[in-house]
C-alpha cells in the first residue's frame, strides 16, 4: 500500500497513526537481533517501518534483504530510502528492481550523507547528483508503482543551512513527484511549524512527516541533536541536565518531553508520526505507551503477522 494512501485514511478518520525506522547493523548477529525486535514491535501497531540507505557494499545490499524480510516475511509495509552516494544508474536500477520484486512500494528518495571516508559528498560518474534526480528517474521507469518521499529540514541541513534555498529544493523535489516529505529529527516544535507554514506558502501541499528521535540515554540525545545542528529548548536542558547520569529518570522524563511535543504536533492537525528508533524498542515503547497508542484490549491490533494468523497464533 502507497504511505500517501495510509496518511489519507488516517485524515480521514482522524486517527493519529505512527512508523518506525531501523538502520541495517553492522554484524550478523546484529541483524538477527534486529529481526526479532521489528517482529516484537510489528505489536506495538505501526503502520509502515522504513529501512535507512547506508552507502557501499554490504551496507547496502543489507537494506535490500532487510526490506525483502519486512515486506515478504512479517508482512510489514516497508519504506526503502535509496540514496545516490556512490551509486552508478545500475546500482540504482539493481536496488529498485529488488525492492519491486518484494512487493515493496514505498521509496524515500534522498541524495545521502558523504561515505565515511569522505568528508564531502561527490557524485559518481554515471550517478545521480541530487535526490531530486532519483525522484525523477524512479517516476521515469516505475511510473505509479512507487509513492516517492522525500527529506525536508526544519532546521536546515548538513551542508545547507540556507532557509530559502532549501525551500526551493523542496519544491523541486515535490515538483518532480514527491508524494510526502519526512523531516529531520528536531525538538523545537515552534520553530517546526512555523517551517511548515513556510512549506505551504510555497504551495508545497504533500503530507508532511514528522520526524521524532525519542530520549534513550543523556549522552546519545545531545550527541545526536548536536550531530543534527537540533535546537533544545533550555527547558528540556534544565529537566534533563541534572539527572543527565540516572539513565532510568532521563528515560521518564524525555517520556515525558517527547510525548508533549508529539500532542503539539497532533493538535497543529497533524496526524502521523516517524519514529527514529535507533534500533531500539524501550524508549520510543515508553513514548507511544504515554500517548495511551499502544495496542490494549481498548485499542486492539488491527492485524497479527501474517505467518502467526496461518499457523492459527494470531
Ligand atoms: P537533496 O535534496 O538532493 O539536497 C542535497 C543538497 O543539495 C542540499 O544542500 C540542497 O540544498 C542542494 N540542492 C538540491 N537541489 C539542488 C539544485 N537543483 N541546485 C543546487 N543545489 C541543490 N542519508 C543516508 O545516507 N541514508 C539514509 O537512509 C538517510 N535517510 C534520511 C532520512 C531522512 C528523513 C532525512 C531527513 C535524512 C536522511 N539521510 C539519509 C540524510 C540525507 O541523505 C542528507 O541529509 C543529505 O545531505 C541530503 O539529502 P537530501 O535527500 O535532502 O538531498
Known sequence: MHIREMLADAER??????????FPPKTAQGVQNLYDRIERMYNFGPKFIDITWGAGGRIAELTCEMVVQAQTYFGLETCMHLTCTDMGEDKVNDALR???KAGCTNILALRGDPPREKEKWQAT??????????????KRNY?????????????????????ELLLDHLKE???????????QMFYDVDNFLRWVDKVRARGITIPIIPGIM??????SFVRRANHMNCK???????KLEPIKNDDVAVREIGKTLVADMCRKILAAGIRHLHFYTMNLAQATRMV????????????????????KQSLGLG
Open 13 to 22: 478518520t482522524h486517527a493519529p497513526s505512527f512508523s518506525f525506522e531501523y
Open 98 to 100: 529488488k525492492a519491486y
Open 232 to 238: 533544545i529548548p533550555e527547558d528540556w536542558m534544565a
Open 143 to 163: 511510473g505509479d508503482h512507487f509513492d516517492i518521499g522525500v527529506a525536508g529540514y526544519p532546521e536546515g541541513c548538513d551542508d545547507n543551512r540556507d532557509e
Open 173 to 183: 523535489k515535490v515538483d518532480t513527484g514527491a508524494s510526502f516529505i519526512v523531516t
Open 125 to 138: 560518474d554515471d550517478g545521480f547528483r541530487y535526490a531530486k534526480d532519483l525522484v525523477a528517474h524512479i
Open 288 to 307: 507511544l505507551e504515554e500517548l495511551d497508542w499502544m495496542p490494549s484490549p481498548n485499542r486492539p491490533l488491527k492485524q497479527a503477522l501474517p505467518w
Open 214 to 219: 525519542p530520549i534513550a540515554t543523556y549522552a
